[in-house]
């Protein structure tokens, strides 16, 4: 899957809830500004423009929002497609109450969205120049509250989402093994477990290369690596790969732009990261201007 | 305000709602490892602690979301509390799936919150560093959705809120300048928007100095000034005090910690900044143990 | 601002939330009536029309309720709109069923907003015969959970919110004081308060002429005289222009349609009231006939 | 049923999702005053009383939301306990930030639904005194949003409703009869109709005595006589009850504290009002003080 | 009422909350498979069309759905429509993206509220076959949460509810009863209730016929017998009818489509049963096809 | 994992807003029979019980439900509880009013849930009987808007589910190979999903077994097969094996009570059903007593 051609399959729509919820946060009784100014019933037009590449993302739901206090869409770059510097992602007519009360909500979503996108894609650019075949995943873990947009915007760039949560995978972490009666119990469960959930993968982490063989060896299917030094996990991965060619080598903990590249390197199947989540928003610029 | 001693009022309680959401977002039909381990009854213990210095936060909710999933509170410091490194901020007792339920959900939360409240914490001890008197206030410019726990981060880290939203202050930006005839047009309806809302300070953003002084000179509370190098405020600065001592002047646009130490030097009354939105969560160590 | 041209610039939409709930109060199975009498799918039009001098408030909202239940809008007045007696507001055509589905969970959302808006704009008219640069501004106290509706009425009638709660303004009352050290802690904490809170007015409710003075005194921006009768209310404006002529002077307490004059001949700035939202509905005349 | 021994076995709970909404609505991000004087962290004690002869009504709820924000409560007078002037109907203990975050919500809540259980119980008492067996019913039309609240009232002042919405009972309006051939064929329909909903009595709202005894004649239950003078209404009774001794008469429009005597005067059976929810919320004061 | 003829006017539509939580539940992120196979943006149809004689319902919900998805409504068969084996009822094109977000989530929803349709219209036309004058209305015992899809269902198929919830009926059961001072006090009570409650009629649930007598004799509206088998009900409404010819006899319990002629001929008014909510989903066929 | 052991661990909490709609749904306002009995103060005891074996689910769900109410909880057996014939599962007292209220509602939610709980351990037993190997998972086909419910009664029973929705794993229906150019495609794309997709097994829903042999032979991981004859898929299962030893074969369409041992004995690892869902309630008996 390459960035350059984003999944448009993937843009699901986010609950009209959640259009409600991003107007109330901010405008829940209209502008006040521009009832006192009384200039809320003069026509105008807006376009939302890049400042840098960008892939587009949440534009939809934008688009939703200012439809929902009055304004009309004129042009709309659907998520998911890259843009260069100066380029518009959505443009809108309306009142200017319509404008003014929409203006910063799509902005602000526009932006969150388009911003993790746009990390994204950049993750997965820099793994891929030096992996072509590695697969970039993004963590469960965003802001609270925001999983619908941060998971659009994941697909947008280019990425898949590693768990969407718990209910729904098997990884077993250290946390789980801490009731068991130490590794022995594991294995002898991991066992039974595999048969049970026959539709899964199932995922073990560990954090040395000794249990990551060992993992292998016992015929967990993916070994998710947390938090390890490229150079050492290089060698993990050709240990894992000498006992057990089809195990799938996750690396996850620390992982971003900066070391994408060095973590690809390491030969691992998945880097696993949060980086996108926690950067600043894309940088869109307004332009709003009088009509008629 | 100092944030040393920071604001236990401000701590208000997140709707019920948002816990559902949290919790549905990550966990809806439970953790499928501990069910297939089949160590769900085991008692254990789980204790969230810091990593670095951190102002805790949303510790209330991610307390209420871990006694939803079935866990007993045994320790819990309040939002707002300035922690230093390895030092516990809540601690949980009960059975193992409700510990694996509850782990991640409430790390995030308390990552992400913490995360904000720290940074505002950094931003207004710089600020004061130069100037003691200056105020840091947040913008409006949260994630989407994640209005409530931004905010009660901002005044954890000892900040303000800046606006709130659209609908309860007054700020003119150019945008709305659009829709009039001209910056002469705007004098005049200012004069009679300030009668109409004589409970509130009308600002107006400006990008330059002659803007700033004549917008001061027309009886504005506050001139905000967008996006302008700590050198040429500090000429603003001086402009307007000399054309209207008791004008407000806010600085806003790409405040941050590298340099709210020169913007707080150049004699403005308020930095307005986003940047404790968009950073990394705090980090924070969650031990889990078998109990007995 | 005049009521004879009001604020169309403040008419934001509710979310859809609330369109359902509104549904699902009066209509959630359908018309049990018109099921039995077999009529549903024939074809009629209805009329919402003023029974009086009516300000029109959440057209916009009836429309989109009618329209859920599968009406079509035909003529619609935009909430802020001054209609005479015997006027259309709202005109939609369909089929029996949608029509009585959406009948009276639209007329009883048309008659409360604008019953709230029709009495915010006497309100207006009234204080304003006397001391026309007065404003009317509405308190937060409105029936729990209709504050959109309210404030939507308030904008539509001419006035103004005062404060939209607890979180975006500095109303200091004496419940607050009792936490002090008396009044002496009181202006203590108000000179840093005020520091602190550049942005905001503050206010500070009094009960009687000494106490306004020494919080104009003290630089307070705002003194609201609570429950004062007029001609006593007179004699505290007098001293508060002697002691501090910036000092705004708000009236709240009682303050209703047939005392607004003598309150607004007081000389204060703002009347602060919750009159308009406690009284009857408007007077809206249905008029419902089978088409074709 | 008397008022003097309300109906305690009404008194159902509220969603918690209304006890969301009323704190969103007033205090989203705290008491800002409160935070700005720093006086949050002390102790005390808040007390609600009557002024007047009142019902108490959502005492409970108004205790959820305060313990929402960290009260404790100490008395709690049910929802339906009718009170002398100067009663306390409920009191709480807790941080000065608790109390000033719940306060303004909670009386809200219990000046609004109080205010309407009190009317109610007026209501019934008004027309009791001249007809003892006359029975006194609310309507469905409710400010729109309050539908909990406002049921709970009537049942609190010793009233029940009416119909609860549109779903759930049988009341022929001419607006039916708009889609019929004339009141030959409502005759018609109404005879299947009596058999297709047996479960239900069958109301007709009729406008002259002539359509009263045609409808009494056709069998309908109820004859509901809409907005008619107690004179002219006390002859309809009479041939009423001459032509069908049985049915019931029920008097609808208009009716209120004011004019409940002569309604029942006229031998109804039953008066439907909403008078009860259209007027001043009770009066309830709110001492707070500091504790130790 | 024959379910020929089905009630088109009780088409209620769904809140649109429901409309995003039958998306959430199944497809919170879009469809993974459509999305790896990277097909989403193909063009295709989609029609939904029946297996077996079956009634429509929640076509129009189906539709919203597959609108919030990106589909566009090509045809559209109401509900409550009665259709025969291998006929369209629903039919959409859009992109495969959008074909394959919708289609599971509105083909659930299709067949679980067609299926109740076509059930209750099976046991109307199964009592009527030997009764023509019996009413069956469907009980409240829907699955938790689904009573507006079910109740849409009832209708659809030619019944009619029994009592939508506890607060807009009285049914007296033996679980009332328990808190009364034996038999006697309820009929003592029963005659007071029907003078507060006289806009309802009265029903009491017995088990035996001396107790429908007793019940009919004391002025009870509805007796409704309670898991009586058929030729004992008979009897019983001999009895009732011989001391109380206008009282409606109603048997419930255990009544579903293998019994309903036999309950039928009892000569009771009403069934009342569960069975259509507690049946297999209809079989609904849905073929998908790529266009162009 | 043996239905015997039910898995204790998979008991997740349904969000709060559940409680509040089964609430709404049944008990708006109260129990109006409770009411006008007068009996709403006296005090009792209820009891739900088995009438024949049963997997309790929900008690948890039920008892959070009575506890809002005003009931208190006495006895809860956990959701995934074998209980035989005549047990108790949940024991509450409280005030008549409370009990009443809850009474229905939380009954069906016990009924429904533990119905689902208790067929799906037959099907597991029924295939085990025959193939201890065997799994059964249920399918995403759920009642709209039941699926915590439903899913929560899966795990009880001692099933897991299939998949929890389209967003989550990769199952490839002939719908998707509609917009392919023929099978051919599907293979070279497969190829490529298969390194994105490296966390999830790949499954394929095939009719015929020379497709399940190219599909394993391809390098599917899960060949489903959809509604096709005992025998017959003896036979695929065992090309499959001898083409591909690892795939997984799972089969769907039409498994239940009745031939789910036949369809375990054709040697598939999997029986993928929605049989449990779609059956009667679980028959609870609830006794209701006054006391004291």
Redo the contacts between chains.
Sequence with gaps: ?TPEAP???????L????????????????????????????A?RMVFSTRHETVACCTEEAARLLE???CHIELLEPSGTLLAAECPLLEVTG???S???G???AL??LE?ASGIATRMRTLVQEARAVAP?V?V?AT??????????A??AV?AGGG??????????????A??V???DGEEE?WI?LH??K???????I?VEVTDRAAAVRAAAAGVD?VQVDKMAPEELRNLVQAVREASPAT?V?AAGGINESNARAYAATGV??LVTSAMY????ADIA?R???MG
């Design positions: 899957m999944l448009a399959a993937a843009l699901y729509p609950p009209d809830a959640d259009i409600d919820r991003f107007l109330q946060e901010d405008v829940p009784y209209g502008d006040l500004t521009t009832i006192l100014l009384g200039i809320g019933a003069r105008g929902r206090v009055g009142r200017a109450d404008l003014h009360m203006w910063k909500a602000n979503l969150a075949g697969e995943v469960r873990k965003v802001f609270p509250g925001t999983k619908s947009v998971t659009k697909y898949l989402p590693h768990r969407l949560g718990l209910s729904e995978s098997v990884l077993v972490f946390q789980h801490a009731f068991l594991l469960r039974d477990l048969k049970q959930a026959r539709e899964k993968k995922a993916i799938i996750a199947d998945l926690w950067g600043k928003p307004v709003m201007e009088a």
